[in-house]
């Protein structure tokens, strides 16, 4: 579940080296283009439970270089539409990274954390304090960048860059009516 600056749900964890095609596999790159319907892949070679069973705000935990392999959006686009939260993993390979962020994704790296929770533990992602809560233990990581929190906060990049030309144009308005007036 996502409140307000807070992600809460279970636990899946996988290990190192998880690739994009682990995650979205990859006989459905180009046959399956409806992102909605892309959630219903998601995992498929690496959990078979994972599509059916994954509720809103489930985090996935992982090991090191997560989405590693090509640079295909569809292995970020499922697990959102399945209604991933975030992300924990011990490292990140760049372009999922990216992805994730462009896409509205939370990723978050922070080896403490992949080592303190477990499969079905219940998680909690305080984004207001940068805080990873599970059991009794409070686990820091680093903050985003707040270009980053704007994307991930607005749903990804292109409705960040939409509300941006909104923001904007509002203010060239107003500019423009006080010129003209």
Not at 111 to 120: R, S, Y
């Amino acid at each position: 579940m996502i409140i307000e600056n807070t992600i809460q749900g279970h636990v899946w964890k996988y290990g190192d080296g998880v690739n994009t095609d682990v995650i979205f596999p990859g006989k459905y790159t180009y046959t399956i283009s409806d992102s909605a319907q892309m959630a219903q892949y998601a995992l498929e070679d690496l959990d078979p439970t994972f599509a059916s069973n994954v509720q809103a705000g489930d985090v996935i935990v992982a090991g090191k270089n997560w989405g590693n392999g090509s640079s295909r959006e569809q292995a970020v686009t499922c697990l959102k539409q399945a209604g991933v939260g975030a992300v924990i993993a011990v490292s990140f390979a760049r372009i999922w990274y990216r992805n994730a962020i462009n896409n509205g994704l939370l990723a978050i790296t922070c080896p403490e954390a992949v080592a303190a929770l477990n499969k079905g533990d219940t998680v909690r992602i305080d984004l207001t304090q940068n805080l990873i809560l599970v059991n009794d233990q409070q686990i820091p990581f680093p903050p985003l960048a707040e270009s980053v929190q704007d994307i991930i906060t607005a749903g990804g990049l292109i409705p960040h860059l939409k509300q941006e030309v909104r923001r904007l144009s509002g203010r060239f308005r107003a500019t423009q009516n006080c010129i003209l007036n």
